[in-house]
């Protein structure tokens, strides 16, 4: 019974390592700080410099982004799997450490999925509560080209981070309807105010206190077709990491001036993005409790007959 006790304990021990927060997320070993100098119009992102950044590939294409959240969560977006689970989740793969979609290269992880979250208050019209959970096959292991995000607490957390500099990335094609670029491109935005965003002129109350716009006024910066699911990051400098402040969600066509990109709100999320990863851990948890009681409950089942069977000769 000792020994069932201890196996229970290092199991959930494991199970607590693999979906616990990690201390050490929103840092980049490969890249310094933000900058001061403001890259307009998205480039080529630097090696390492979104190591949480994934391509969450259909038959090993390019279909979405997402934001690795601890070893084995990734964050992405509900409409990113809404029309396309019927194709099956052995289809679906992760890739981590990616900077070059055609040459993964020796510092990719690549995944399976085990399960995807999506939230249950999904609208496909509105697209609000557009925010998914994918789990990973297998953990990832973090080096400098794979680590975790930070993901704000709460919304009041979120304000009290004071965030200098926002980004985006992605794969996602550079226009309107374009193909997905091959090497990961980011560009630095400005989260913009919810009340201008739902002006008349812009977006005209589309924009639910779930969501959050970031762009440039101009359009000059705007995240397009491939980057869904993908982060909108921003830099605390008081804490030195970045933080999921969005994911990415629509936006209408790309770069119009007044149609910034429309982000998923992740701290008016943060309780559901707790409780989805706890219920999943204590499922796993549950069936292994239920197979370590039914495989000791054989072994002294045998070990009784076998000193039944001892007595008895
Ligand atoms: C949106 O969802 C409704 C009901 O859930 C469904 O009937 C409709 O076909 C969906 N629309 C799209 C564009 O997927
Ligand atoms: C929000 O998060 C902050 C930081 O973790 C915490 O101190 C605070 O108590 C939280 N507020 C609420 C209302 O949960
Ligand atoms: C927020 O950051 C700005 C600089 O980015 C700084 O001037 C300001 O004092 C900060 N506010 C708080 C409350 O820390």
New binding site residues.
């Given amino acids: 019974m000792e020994f069932k006790g201890l196996l229970l304990f290092v199991s959930a021990l494991c199970l607590t390592a693999l979906t616990s927060p990690q201390d050490s997320c929103g840092q980049r070993p490969l890249v310094g700080p933000p900058g001061v100098s403001r890259i307009v119009g998205g480039q080529e992102a630097p090696e390492g410099a979104w190591p949480w950044q994934v391509s969450i590939q259909i038959r090993s294409r390019h279909h979405c982004g997402g934001t690795i959240l601890n070893s084995l969560w990734v964050l992405s977006a509900t409409h990113c799997f809404?029309?396309y689970l019927w194709i099956g989740r052995s289809h679906f793969r992760v890739v981590a450490g990616l900077n070059v979609l055609s040459a993964p290269g020796d510092h990719a992880q690549i995944r399976s999925i085990s399960n995807v979250k999506m939230h249950k208050d999904y609208d496909?019209?509105t697209s609000d509560s557009d925010v998914a959970l994918v789990l990973v096959s297998s953990p990832f292991s973090f080096a400098d080209h794979v680590q975790p995000i930070c993901a704000p607490h709460n919304v009041t957390h979120e304000l009290i981070l004071n965030f200098s500099h926002c980004f985006i990335c992605g794969w996602g094609s550079s226009y309107f309807n374009g193909r997905p670029m091959n090497r990961l491109q980011e560009a630095e935005v400005e989260l913009i105010d919810r009340r201008m965003c739902n002006l008349v002129t812009w977006y005209g109350g589309l924009v639910t206190e779930n969501m959050i716009c970031a762009g440039l006024e101009s359009g000059a910066a705007d995240a397009c077709q491939g980057d869904s699911g993908g982060p909108l990051q921003c830099y605390s400098e008081d804490e030195e990491r970045f933080y999921v402040v969005g994911v990415t969600s629509f936006g209408e066509e790309c770069g119009l001036p007044h149609r910034p990109g429309v982000y998923t709100r992740t701290s008016r999320f943060a309780g559901w993005l707790k409780t989805s990863q706890t219920a999943s851990a204590s499922a796993v948890h549950r069936l292994n409790t239920g197979l370590i009681s039914g495989l000791l409950g054989a072994a002294l089942m045998l070990l009784i007959q076998f000193v039944i069977t001892k007595y008895h000769c």
Avoid: G, I, L
């Fill in positions: 809404y029309k496909n019209v």
